[in-house]
């Protein structure tokens, strides 16, 4: 077969969680598959992550904005190229798509109430471009991926769509995240601090950003060690609304905000912290989760959506809408040294359930069962 494969961000610098999932999944279906031919479709950028080999090929396609690219370039290119299946690996595809279309789907949170608008442009641009695209694409599709069986059920009920339509292929981690030595040389670059906790934050309100700072307001007020808090992904301007609303501007100094981290230091970043933070009010999976256990990094973690089945039953999982019960198990951790190694090593034997092989397999075998 001839297979078409959507990955536009991969070569972006500033790569999030959907880009590290078409990246991984293109990477090891490198290694497994030699017989069928492959199609990326990319967008150009500083990042040439990705190499070609001899039945994966990569096609730049440029344009001056993601629906433009998508909507236009992509079919284009398919056209020229006689593919005999496209798969969209991020939430949207072309409306009009001139061959057989699998789309992942990591998640229906367009469709689903808001607790308010996101403060990015960018991300709210997002929003509603998938609220207009996703439902003229989705009877269009023979297969739709997404990343967990809550995902799955929400999709089938929300959309009135059939089990049978929707298919759950979890990701995986990069193997380059394991349990190692601190190295204060890398993390220094974040923050001066070799004992930290540690937030992924993002403008996205299903971060759940505010009440993780007025959870940790709480925690210090109580802690001995006070350990500072490292926030990737928030800029000042953003932090100080945060703290202004909830009227705890005086934790701003135990707080370090580098900006976007890169992926490669995350993993000095995760074992340098003495914990780490992801107590969101949605997800579809939450790969970061899996990450900072595989590098021995306790989680706090939000009881809701996808986290739970990911996360797994001897998780610490939280009620993502009470900061006072955030701060009071990031308290535990820090005064039970029994409960936090169990926390440990419950992480390190739950991450080795998941891998991008894994990931890579059920995809193939959905390539190959595909009926062209």
Known sequence: MKIGIEAQ????RNKHGMDFVALETIRELQNIDK????????????????????????????????????QISLPNAIKKLN??????????????????LILTLHDIIFLEKRQSSSKSFYQEMGWYYRKLVVPKILPKCKTIITVSNFERNRICSSLNLSKEQVVSVYNGYNTHFKQ?????????????????????????????????????????????????????DLKEDFIDTILKEE????????????GYIANTDLVAIYNGSFAFLYPSLRESFG???????????????????????VAGEGALLVDPYK??????????????????????????????????????????????????
């Open 287 to 309: 790969i970061p989760m899996i990450e900072a256990m595989a590098c021995g990094t306790p989680i706090i973690a939000g009881n809701t959506s996808a986290m739970p089945e």
């Open 180 to 232: 190692q030595e601190k190295q204060p040389e890398i993390t220094k670059k974040y923050i001066p601090d070799d004992d930290f906790l540690f937030f992924l934050g993002n403008t996205d309100p299903k971060k759940n950003s505010p009440r993780v700072l007025k959870a940790y307001s709480i925690y210090l007020k109580s802690s001995e060690k006070k350990r500072p808090l490292l926030i990737a």
């Open 35 to 70: 017989t069928n031919e492959y199609y990326i479709f990319v967008a150009p950028g500083e990042d040439r992550c990705l190499n070609e080999t001899k039945n994966f090929h990569i096609v730049e396609l440029k344009s001056y904005s993601y629906p433009v690219w998508e």
């Open 247 to 258: 009227n705890i501007e005086e934790i701003k100094s135990f707080l370090h905000y580098p």
């Open 9 to 12: 961000r991969i070569f972006r």
């Open 323 to 372: 900061p006072e019960e955030i701060a009071e198990k990031l308290l535990m951790l820090e005064t039970n040294n029994e409960k936090y190694e169990q926390y440990v090593a419950y992480g390190l034997s739950r991450a080795k359930e998941f891998s991008w092989r894994k990931s890579a397999e059920s995809l193939l075998n959905i390539y190959s069962n595909l009926k062209v």
């Open 83 to 100: 593919l005999d299946l496209l798969h969209c690996t991020s939430n949207t595809a072309p409306i009009h798509t001139p061959v057989p």
